[in-house]
């Protein structure tokens, strides 16, 4: 059962009550096509997250004949880089069946990032069908902080206009570039995820996406070998800060979480290995004096960081649906167009998936 935070319980919290509007967005409804969709800030509050058991649907694809049958009607599919990503014309993902579902989970997983082009059915559909479409992937994670549409929590925007931003921006960085995979804090965190933008600017806003199995291997076999005998503590802590300083809306829905996942995740599909240390979410590496936790963390993300040769930017188009698989995959949003205070407005569908799985067998997790 979820209970409802007062406004002087809010107040406990020092969040200015400027911040607590219940929908602080301002926009007239009917100026905008996806008015529905804009972000709430319900004070609605959630118990912890329970475990589930999960079971990827990409598993299913892998006994099919050809499990890129879900492409037989694309006009283009070309890759965007060859470690990462490809870009796909001509197939409606509206009216993807079961089996196709279960075909595009084992596609994502093999490239990364797979990028649909022109979607206005799939987006057009509206939130109810989001659901539905991610409920066939895992459990639809409900974001602790962020805002939703109204009566659609597991819908997770992001929000950029005139007037406010809604947004995990660190405003006294000199780069808005933070690598990092969606909410790694959680213990069971997310794997095929869904994003599209509902409005975007007209140059900008663009988003980077990395491979992680690609970093990986360009690490030496023993550097590797001792990676995978290493976990790390991944926090919420910070995010939930963050809101309760009075930014993005100023909630927390549900408590922070800490978490130790293994440093080299395998996936359960395709049985790859990678690099699982984000600079957003992980903190320390479980059993390391601190300057060696500190130093091995920024070795990896400045690696990251500079891996160019592992990346791919995203240039987004009206209609353009991203389907990305968080385990195998970092990636950081793009803010250089907020002098033009056009609106970005995003959702993400970001179902759950396995507790990572260490690459090294037998790995203590605790
Ligand atoms: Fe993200």
Same mark, same amino acid.
């Given at each position: 059962?979820?209970?409802?935070?007062t406004e002087?319980?809010?107040?406990? $919290?020092k969040?200015?009550?400027?911040?607590?509007?219940?929908?602080?967005?301002?926009?007239t409804p $009917?100026?905008?096509k996806y008015?529905n969709?804009?972000?709430?800030? %319900?004070?609605?509050?959630?118990p912890?997250?329970?475990?589930f058991?999960?079971?990827d649907?990409? @598993?299913?694809a892998?006994d099919h004949? /050809?499990?890129? &049958?879900?492409?037989?009607?694309?006009?283009?599919?070309v890759?965007?880089?060859?470690?990462l990503g490809t870009?796909?014309?001509?197939?409606?993902l509206? *009216?993807?069946?079961?089996?196709?579902?279960?075909?595009?989970?084992l596609?994502v997983?093999?490239? =990364?990032?797979?990028?649909?082009? /022109?979607?206005?059915?799939?987006?057009?559909? =509206?939130?109810e069908?989001?659901?539905q479409?991610g409920?066939?992937?895992?459990?639809l994670?409900?974001?602790?902080?962020?805002?939703?549409p !109204?009566g659609?929590? !597991?819908?997770?925007?992001?929000?950029r206009?005139?007037?406010s931003?809604?947004?995990?921006?660190i405003?006294? %960085?000199i780069?808005?570039?933070?690598w990092?995979?969606d909410?790694?804090? +959680? @213990?069971?965190?997310?794997?095929?995820?869904t994003?599209?933008l509902l409005?975007q600017?007209e *140059?900008?806003?663009? &988003?980077?996406? &990395?491979?992680?199995?690609?970093?990986l291997?360009k690490?030496? #076999?023993?550097?590797?070998?001792?990676?995978r005998?290493?976990?790390?503590?991944?926090?919420?802590?910070?995010?939930?800060?963050f809101?309760?300083?009075?930014?993005?809306?100023?909630?927390?829905?549900r +408590?922070?979480? +800490?978490?130790?996942h293994?440093?080299?995740?395998k996936?359960?599909?395709?049985g790859? +290995?990678a690099?699982?240390?984000n600079r957003?979410? &992980?903190r320390?590496i479980?059993?390391?004096?601190?300057?060696e936790s !500190?130093n091995?963390?920024?070795?990896l993300y400045?690696?990251?960081?500079?891996?160019?040769?592992?990346? #791919?930017?995203?240039?987004?188009?009206?209609?353009?649906?991203?389907?990305?698989?968080?385990?195998?995959?970092?990636?950081?949003a793009?803010?250089?167009?907020g002098?033009?205070?056009?609106?970005r407005?995003?959702?993400?569908?970001?179902?759950?998936?396995?507790?990572?799985?260490?690459?090294?067998e037998?790995?203590?997790? $605790?």
């Amino acid at each position: 059962m979820s209970q409802t935070i007062t406004e002087t319980q809010v107040e406990t $919290d020092k969040i200015p009550a400027t911040l607590i509007l219940k929908n602080p967005v301002q926009t007239t409804p $009917d100026e905008y096509k996806y008015s529905n969709l804009l972000p709430h800030f %319900s004070q609605d509050t959630y118990p912890p997250l329970t475990p589930f058991s999960h079971s990827d649907p990409g @598993l299913r694809a892998l006994d099919h004949p /050809d499990p890129r &049958t879900f492409l037989r009607n694309a006009t283009s599919v070309v890759e965007l880089t060859p470690r990462l990503g490809t870009e796909v014309h001509g197939v409606n993902l509206a *009216t993807l069946d079961s089996d196709g579902r279960d075909q595009l989970a084992l596609e994502v997983a093999r490239r =990364g990032l797979v990028v649909f082009r /022109d979607q206005h059915e799939f987006i057009d559909r =509206g939130p109810e069908f989001y659901k539905q479409w991610g409920s066939h992937f895992g459990r639809l994670h409900i974001h602790p902080t962020s805002g939703h549409p !109204e009566g659609f929590p !597991e819908i997770h925007l992001v929000y950029r206009d005139a007037n406010s931003t809604f947004n995990f921006e660190i405003s006294d %960085s000199i780069t808005s570039t933070v690598w990092h995979t969606d909410v790694s804090y +959680e @213990l069971q965190p997310p794997g095929l995820t869904t994003f599209f933008l509902l409005s975007q600017p007209e *140059t900008g806003g663009d &988003t980077l996406f &990395t491979s992680q199995v690609s970093t990986l291997k360009k690490l030496s #076999a023993p550097f590797v070998a001792f990676l995978r005998t290493l976990s790390a503590v991944h926090s919420g802590v910070e995010q939930a800060n963050f809101s309760r300083s009075g930014k993005r809306g100023g909630i927390v829905r549900r +408590e922070p979480v +800490e978490n130790i996942h293994p440093v080299v995740r395998k996936h359960p599909v395709t049985g790859e +290995e990678a690099l699982y240390v984000n600079r957003q979410f &992980t903190r320390r590496i479980v059993g390391l004096k601190k300057e060696e936790s !500190e130093n091995i963390l920024k070795f990896l993300y400045d690696h990251i960081d500079k891996s160019g040769d592992n990346q #791919a930017r995203l240039k987004w188009q009206p209609g353009t649906v991203a389907v990305w698989d968080n385990r195998v995959t970092a990636h950081s949003a793009i803010v250089d167009y907020g002098d033009s205070k056009e609106r970005r407005h995003g959702a993400r569908i970001t179902p759950q998936a396995e507790r990572p799985i260490p690459a090294l067998e037998g790995l203590k997790l $605790d």
